[in-house]
């Protein structure tokens, strides 16, 4: 199926490692010049060299910090500066560290807002008056399931990702009628540098070792194993393209079959 990204441009965030690493992978793949950020630089550079040698093109790698609005006008403006358009937004950013609310002090919930929230939100102030010019755009913003399970232990998270989901649901009613798309994917346990520095920290917290936390979250998959960030990235690339034209608005989670709920 042609998702027909080909020549689109891609702000990925967040896209030096993980699953915004194979997000800009596989959004290259499909023929999309790609813009990514990270405060990482040295690993940026690295993954940008990845992206070009293995699809081909010229990536954009622009050394930000989401949580500070001047960078991310920043990345905007040397994008369109580079490509002169944006087609597709990916907002993506680190977790706040495991904690449990009486051991969490305000400084911390403060940074997690910062983190995980207002990021989205300085992301798509930035790039919401591009798309509309343009007439067109999707806008894809990667949480947790946390947002649709809470997950124990991650009470930063599943609080400031929570209000993402509720400003994109919003932001998808006042969008739809300029012709783009915003929605929500929620990865579930997947196999990132994330998820074992999480393992490590919570097996430190419970005197455990690690490998019996990430089989405890094993077992709470159907699937009885934990994601790649390629499957992840495969579902956000489709929501990104021409072929989810009809699709706005959901809240779509990538798990393994994890969340309980229907």
């Not at 051991?103 to 403060?110: G, I």
């Not at 609080?159 to 989901?165: F, H, K, M, Q």
């Amino acid at each position: 199926m042609d998702l027909g990204l080909a020549g689109k441009v891609a702000i990925v965030a967040g896209g030096s490692r993980g699953l915004g690493r194979a997000t800009a992978m596989a959004l290259a793949a499909e023929g999309a010049h790609i813009a990514i950020a990270a405060r990482d630089e040295p690993t940026l550079r690295k993954t940008a060299a990845a992206i070009e040698t293995a699809h081909g093109g010229d990536v954009l790698a622009i050394p930000a910090d989401v949580t500070r609005e001047s960078d991310v006008i920043r990345l905007v403006d040397a994008t369109l500066q580079e490509f002169e358009r944006v087609d597709v937004l990916v907002t993506n950013a680190g977790g706040p560290p495991a904690t449990h609310f009486e051991t969490t002090d305000v400084s911390a919930w403060k940074s997690a807002i910062e983190l995980n929230l207002l990021s989205t939100i300085y992301l798509c102030r930035a790039v919401v008056p591009v798309m509309k010019r343009q007439g067109s755009g999707r806008i894809v913003a990667i949480t947790s399931i946390s947002v649709k399970q809470p997950v124990d232990g991650l009470i930063l998270s599943n609080t400031a990702r929570s209000g993402v989901v509720g400003m994109m649901k919003t932001l998808s009613n006042e969008l739809a009628p300029n012709g783009i798309g915003v929605n929500v994917v929620c990865p579930g346990y997947t196999k990132t540098d994330r998820l074992v520095d999480l393992a490590s920290r919570l097996a430190k917290q419970e005197s455990l070792p690690p490998e019996a936390i990430e089989q405890r979250w094993t077992d709470q998959i159907p699937m009885a194993r934990l994601g790649e960030p390629e499957e992840f990235a495969s579902v956000v690339t489709f929501l990104c393209s021409q072929r989810a034209s009809y699709v706005t608005g959901t809240c779509l989670q990538v798990d393994g079959g994890a969340v309980k709920g229907v």
